[in-house]
């Protein structure tokens, strides 16, 4: 039975109405995003766990690592995977084990944008061509549900797979040794570059371009446009999926508000990576390996 | 009462907590249960409150989403119309609440008003039991009439706590105080002109025809319920959000 109740006729009309003054119900610019937040929780050997907050929107994307088989047809590629589940926690609209649109459309994106514009280097996860390479595996659990989940979810994958540190290799002839992240200084995941997705929604036949939609903004807008781009500007992908048309000019507009939106999320995961590593670094394995003390 | 017992669920309310009962029958409200011949367990994790004069005592508390219950007055939204009822829901996710075609004031076949889906109306539960559908309706089946309730139109729905929504219906003293410890809606009104309809079902329905005022309203009613905040603080943030409209 659960269906995401519509939003009723007045909440519908008032919102509208309100847009059409400039004003938003949270009384926010219509182009600002709400307060982010983003941290690495875990303790100084886990590596690649991402909660990220807009508002009241919360996901948690976790990177794990390990070593597989490559596919047959790529030898030289190791493998990159991105599972995103929508779970009754976040919203009651969801159950498990039934596949949601939203969620379709959110893992769908996701590949896009991450996967296939080549963000991770595959090619440096492959240890011995043919036989051995690593499975980096990406969970996104939603948390909590108030709207965006797109640009959440993709900011909380970017952030987890920068923070991540696969286990070093070593390889002597055909074997393999794995060390754990005690025994050696784990490896850093090769990002080739840093796409983020920025959702613009639009009103009123495109006339009312917003950004970051709350979950009622949502429910009533007539469409969205997801542009993803990296830093310096260069579109990974654009999705529009139904909804009112919008004019070419109007795309332009998404496409450069989005690059703003871009560089300040881009300016956050550096900041925060940079802080978490300042709390991490304990003056390196040796220093926290030694047997003398401070005295 | 100046102190007040907190019980957690399954604890046995303290004998001493009773009221001192002369004659007739104690009533017990939300929150509790009896289990023969004598004790009250407390179901759900709250505070006590006890009525001497009319030997009654419930528990309050703040969380859990709303129930039903027979003369609460709520604000509904119109999901699907029948033949006979409009199906409308009081809380979302939970089964449907049937309120009749003619359940409205002076209606017949002919002059019933016509709701869609998504329409919002304010009316009072006539029937809430475990084992059947709740039933609303938008008028004093006694005396006919409207008594305010009705169909919504135009406005802004906000959502706050269904203990909260209780707070505000609860009204004034003799002397003008309120009795819930809410005083933003006199507070707002001797400045701003608007109405407000308070559903049970933790929904307040404001409009003053201006987008800002309601907007403001509503987000003070929120703001002091998420925030908890006292007499003392309702008014000074009241005091500054006047100051902007």
Redesign the interface.
Known sequence: ??HQ??????????LL??LR?N?R?D?RPLDAYRPIDLSFPGGPDEYGTADVRIGKTRVLAKISAEVVAPYADRKFEGVFTIACELSPMAS??WEVGRQDQAEILLSRLLEKTIRRSGALDTESLCIVAGAKCFHIRADIHVLDHDGNLVDAACLALIAALLHFRRPDVEIHGEEVTVFPLREREPVKLSMQHQPFCITTSYFDGGLIMLQDATRLEEACREGEVVVSMNRFGEVCSMAKYGGAPVDGLGLLACTKAALEKVKMLDRLVRERLAEDEKRRDKGGLMKELRAENER | MATSTILLPGEVVPTDQLPKLKKGTLTLGPGLRHIPPSTILSTTAGALHVDHKKSALWLEHSNGRYQPAGGDLVIA?VHHGGAESYSC?LT??TPFASLGQLAFEGANKKTRPQL?????VYARVSKASKWDDTEIECFNSGTGKAEGMGP??????FQVSPLFARRLMMGTDKDGTSKGGVVVLEEVGEKVKFEVAVGRNGRV?VDSGS??E??AVG?LLVQADEQGLNVEAQRKAVKKVLKDV
Do not use: C, H
């Open positions: 039975m659960p109740p519509a939003p009723s006729t007045n909440e519908q009309a008032f109405s309100a003054e004003i119900l009384a009651a609209a | 939204q829901s979302p996710y869609k889906a998504g329409d919002l919504l139109k135009g406005g802004m729905l329905w987008v800002r309601t907007l987000k």
